[in-house]
């Protein structure tokens, strides 16, 4: 199979998937649940997730690994089936996307805090090196290391997988807008310094995921680009940012109001475009058409 960086040399516009905790909780995943431990137990359901998106038209299917490490799957008491756990979240998606379609195995934040001295460099690094390796035995094509905040964790788990395994590494942060209306991660991290220091760090592709609807993901996209030109860079914006109804959260930007937006987000010069919190099938289905019609101009 072709690799992802040959893909992306290509040129266009790659579409990748939705969110996946939106529509595991659509299936009914219980608040406190553990998201992951539906890859063993509840393994249909997983896949048809997977699916969903293979046919709304994405060419880049994530994994339900999000939570996966041994040290987030330790809060539920799941720590020594991490590598099975992992190994089948990537083999689900690997079933459902073919030959023709690529695996971003998800490599999520652990919650611990490194500066506080929720745990130990060493400790973090074992598990991510944990969770890579056996995302590359189940089948994923690249590691996605996302919605991360904190520069120390996100190069361990760069670290790991590129030490670890021979796959291309992404790595996506997530930011917010400060009083001062720049973009910050919660742990004061810059767009341009994200950008510096995870390419030098060795990031074959960068982006940014979570904390804002389409407008913010075009905003850093469009601050990430004018500092960096080549690196190939990734964008999954929320369906807004999240409402408090009726004692739920709702994403209030639907499929046709984030689509609209599709092609000012590809002007920024973004290579890989997707979802994430409170987006779905639907979502990727109209993307794929604005990218299909802006390509075609």
């Known amino acids: 199979m072709r690799s992802i960086m040959e893909r992306l040399g290509r040129g266009g516009v790659m579409l990748a998937d939705g969110a996946w905790g939106t529509l595991l909780h659509e299936m009914g995943l219980r608040p406190g649940e553990c998201p992951e431990l539906w890859n063993i137990e509840r393994r249909d359901k997983v896949a048809k997730i997977a699916e969903k998106y293979v046919l709304a038209g994405a060419e880049i299917i994530g994994t339900n690994s999000f939570g996966a490490s041994s040290v987030k799957l330790g809060m539920y008491g799941l720590d020594t089936m991490a590598e099975e756990i992992n190994i089948e979240a990537?083999?689900?998606?690997?079933?459902?996307?073919?030959?023709?379609?690529?695996?971003?195995?998800?490599?999520?934040?652990?919650?611990?805090?490194?500066?506080m001295g929720d745990i130990s460099s060493?400790?973090?690094?074992?598990?991510?090196?944990?969770?890579?390796?056996?995302?590359?035995?189940?089948?994923?094509?690249?590691?996605?290391?996302?919605?991360?905040?904190?520069s120390d964790e996100a190069l361990l788990a760069l670290n790991a997988a590129k030490e670890?395994?021979?796959?291309?590494?992404?790595?996506?942060?997530?930011?917010?807008?400060?009083?001062?209306?720049?973009?910050?991660?919660?742990?004061?991290?810059?767009?341009?310094?994200?950008?510096?220091?995870?390419?030098?760090?060795?990031?074959d592709i960068i982006g940014t995921n979570c904390g804002n609807g389409m407008q913010g993901i075009i905003e850093i996209c469009r601050e990430i680009r004018?500092?960096?030109?080549?690196?190939?860079?990734?964008?999954?914006?929320?369906?807004?940012?999240?409402?408090?109804?009726?004692?739920?959260?709702?994403?209030?930007?639907?499929?046709?109001?984030?689509?609209?937006?599709?092609?000012?987000?590809?002007?920024?010069?973004?290579?890989?475009?997707?979802?994430?919190?409170?987006?779905?099938?639907?979502?990727?289905?109209?993307?794929?058409?604005?990218?299909?019609n802006f390509m075609q101009r």
Not at 90 to 105: C, D, L, M, N, Y
Not at 172 to 185: P, Q, S, V
């Open 164 to 203: 670890n395994t021979s796959l291309p590494v992404a790595v996506c942060f997530t930011f917010d807008k400060t009083a001062n209306n720049e973009y910050r991660t919660i742990m004061g991290v810059s767009p341009v310094e994200f950008c510096h220091n995870m390419v030098s760090a060795g990031a």
């Open 122 to 150: 060493e400790e973090l690094f074992k598990s991510f090196v944990e969770q890579a390796k056996a995302l590359q035995s189940g089948g994923a094509d690249v590691l996605l290391i996302e919605t991360m905040t904190a």
């Open 226 to 292: 004018n500092y960096n030109k080549e690196i190939p860079l990734m964008a999954q914006a929320n369906a807004g940012m999240p409402e408090y109804r009726d004692g739920k959260s709702i994403f209030p930007e639907g499929p046709e109001e984030m689509a609209s937006k599709i092609d000012a987000l590809i002007e920024t010069g973004v290579n890989i475009i997707g979802g994430c919190c409170g987006t779905g099938p639907a979502h990727i289905k109209l993307f794929a058409e604005r990218i299909s």
């Open 90 to 115: 990537a083999r689900i998606s690997k079933e459902a996307a073919g030959t023709e379609r690529f695996v971003f195995g998800s490599m999520g934040p652990t919650g611990k805090i490194l500066m």
